[in-house]
């Protein structure tokens, strides 16, 4: 291990851990003013300049540390957290002196876009910041959060007809990130619900279902992402609100239920999807769900049983035979 690793070492564990970040300004400029230029060390001077901007951020030095995190990115842009750490401190700083504040630093367009777009949607101007995210659309390489967030701000601006385009614009990218996916299923789901569209509202969280529960391992992950889900309250009253008014909504229920099994309210779940079975006996949805929410409690004979349901009545859904195959080759069943 080369001096300048050491000394980074040292001063992220003895200083920017342990909460001593004057200590660590001191250190990491030190150290910067030493070796400021050398091409044989240039990546760890990228590490350092990172490291500096932590510390300044910490200490509420936002301009600060936002030079170094510009630095740091001419140096490697692939330091790990760092757009993150830049955009963290180009918030506060747009909060104290203005969004064109940011204009005097060399951050590079496609950050700048995402951080004038999330200014714009928590100011709600959602025209501004689809504008901006549209022009994200044409640099970014990876564009399934820029789709997710245009379609939110198409659902905050109250047109739900683009919204939907563009949920489905991340849907169709078939990406391998399980909470890329669950996040688009979710908020899609969210929306049918808000505008009283409970059957498209149902497939859909069905459809979540079924892809979080070919690998069941997956399922725990998807029950602690959709607890953090804060609108799960309001669309839950949108169901009750739905059922008062016609209680055999077989797809408000179905929602409900899926909702409920989703954040993991097993009992409300079970209750949910017994009335949808009573209702409408032939629906393979609703034998899914319960087969899935026997497994969860653990009962293995009738999550089987539940799970054979489902298969004899939809037998070319290849998810419903994945899951079967699960509970009857596992330690489980």
């Known amino acids: 291990m080369d001096f300048i690793e050491y000394q980074l070492l040292r001063i992220e564990d003895n200083f920017i851990e342990s909460g001593r970040y004057k200590e660590a300004i001191d250190h990491l400029e030190r150290l910067l003013n ?83 777009s999330k200014y714009y949607y928590d100011s709600e101007l959602y025209n501004q910041a689809i504008a901006e995210l549209k022009k994200l659309m044409v640099t970014n390489p990876t564009p399934w959060p820029t789709y997710m967030f245009i379609a939110k701000n198409y659902q905050k601006a109250g047109d739900a007809e683009k919204a939907f385009r563009f ?71 949108i169901c009750e609100q739905q059922l008062v008014k016609n209680p055999k909504n077989i797809h408000a229920i179905l929602s409900k239920g899926i909702i409920f099994l989703l954040i993991g309210d097993l009992i409300e779940a079970k209750n949910t999807i017994s009335a949808a079975i009573l209702l409408a006996p032939k629906n393979p949805i609703s034998h899914f769900c319960f087969g899935v929410i026997f497994y969860l409690l653990e009962e293995p004979k009738k999550a089987i049983r539940s799970i054979l349901s489902a298969c004899a009545l939809d037998f070319t859904n290849n998810y419903y035979n994945i899951f079967y195959k699960h509970l009857t080759k596992s330690e489980f069943a």
């Open 34 to 116: 030493k070796y400021p230029t050398n091409a044989e060390i240039v990546f760890l001077l990228g590490v350092a300049y990172h490291f500096l901007g932590v510390a300044y951020q910490k200490v509420n030095k936002h301009g600060l540390a936002i030079e170094c995190f510009t630095r740091a990115n001419e140096i490697d842009p692939k330091i790990n957290g760092l757009e993150l750490r830049l955009m963290y401190s180009a918030r506060f700083m747009i909060k104290d002196e203005g969004l064109e504040k940011l204009n005097q630093y060399n951050i590079n367009e496609n950050t700048l876009y995402k951080i004038r």
């Open 167 to 237: 949920y489905d614009k991340a849907l169709s990218l078939d990406s391998n990130e399980l909470e890329e996916i669950i996040g688009s299923l979710i908020e899609k789901s969210f929306l049918y619900i808000k505008c009283n569209n409970f059957k498209d509202a149902s497939i859909t969280l069905h459809r979540l279902l079924e892809i979080i529960t070919e690998d069941i391992e997956n399922y725990l992950y998807s029950l602690d992402f959709m607890c953090d889900y804060h609108e799960c309250d309001e669309v839950l009253g």
